[in-house]
């Protein structure tokens, strides 16, 4: 039996490894860690105003940094010393808006546990690929459509009633942009959690201004969370309709020949690169047949190539390497 235990020991680290330099993508294991979530939106309800001192108070001491970001910084309440910060935070409590957002999302979001199951083992994975990196806790708020992911140190904030549906009535008594509201699905949060948290482990490099430069660190976040989520196709990752999946897939090459030829890698001009790189209801160079964030795409799919053709291409290595040309050459990209 020893012998064989040796063999199961000897597979698994040679499937870790594999998955570690850029092999299979779904075989990164599971680090043991058990992150913590905080259904903030319910603990902060009050119904009597003659407790809120005592309940603010409560709130401060056991959540001393969040308690402050999330009504300081998000809400806008005013600092929580000031004598009239509880008169503030009751009449937000009490706002008609607010408390249609919180019934809605009590109704919606009467357990996180399907949510919540994928962005563990999304969080796991990445200790597993970072084991020195912090995990983040994750507090479920409602800021009547303010931010909907609010990143701060340790700890990811996200507002629920972003995440209603496509085509809830609040959205369109908004005017939020259809295109838009394809993205305020449940199913979105694990996924928003880790890209949020993601984007501040690995900030790009201010320096670096080229649009090559912002295609390749979108491809680093992209491949990134790939990695983390396995069964999520990159056109899913990017919100992409199966139509819009289908004209990138049948026009990658005429993309990157429309890139090269008008000389668009090397560009620093802002207007382009938020042509290539933001959202939007498509992109406007090659028509509304196409998706938007095509700069994103090609991006992973530059570093695609670079996991699987540069030599001892890791992760942690990858998100080491801060130029893009360098990417960009070992990838062999040439679609």
């Known amino acids: 039996m020893q012998g064989k235990n040796n063999l199961f020991a000897l597979l698994f680290a040679s499937i870790f490894m594999w998955s570690a330099c850029g092999g299979k993508k779904n075989e990164v294991a599971l680090a043991d860690i058990t992150p913590t979530y905080h259904r903030f939106f319910e603990e902060l309800a009050v119904s009597d105003s003659s407790h809120l001192v005592e309940h603010t108070q409560q709130l401060v001491q056991k959540y001393p940094y969040f308690f402050r970001l999330y009504t300081e910084g998000v809400l806008k309440l005013g600092e929580v010393p000031d004598s009239i910060f509880p008169d503030n935070l009751y009449q937000f409590l009490q706002n008609p808006i607010y408390l249609e957002v919180l019934d809605t999302v009590r109704l919606h979001f009467a357990s996180t546990a399907d949510i919540e199951q994928p962005a563990t083992q999304a969080l796991a994975r990445l200790k597993t690929l970072f084991p020195n990196h912090e995990t983040p806790e994750v507090f479920w708020t409602i800021t009547v459509f303010n931010e909907a992911i609010v990143v701060g140190d340790n700890l990811v904030a996200v507002s629920l009633e972003h995440y209603l549906g496509n085509g809830h009535y609040f959205y369109d008594q908004l005017g939020t942009y259809k295109y838009l509201q394809a993205y305020k699905v449940k199913k979105r949060i694990p996924l928003d959690i880790l890209d949020g948290w993601n984007r501040t482990e690995f900030l790009m490099d201010a320096t670096r201004e080229r ?42 090459a005429a993309v990157w020949t429309y890139l090269v030829e008008q000389q668009q890698l090397f560009s620093t001009e ?20 196409s998706p938007s964030r095509l700069g994103r795409y090609i991006g992973y799919k530059i570093v695609e190539g670079y996991m699987k053709h540069a030599k001892g291409a890791t992760i942690p290595a990858l998100f080491r390497q801060e130029n893009a040309q360098v990417i960009l050459q070992g990838s062999q990209y040439n679609p």
């Open 211 to 252: 649009l090559l430069d912002d295609m390749v660190y979108e491809g680093r976040l992209l491949y990134l969370l790939s990695v983390l989520f396995p069964d999520v196709s990159v056109e899913e990752l990017l919100g992409y309709t199966p139509m819009q999946a289908a004209w990138i897939k049948a026009n990658e």
């Open 270 to 289: 802002m207007g382009l690169k938020r042509t290539y790189i933001r959202e939007a209801p498509y992109t406007s160079v090659f028509g509304n047949s």
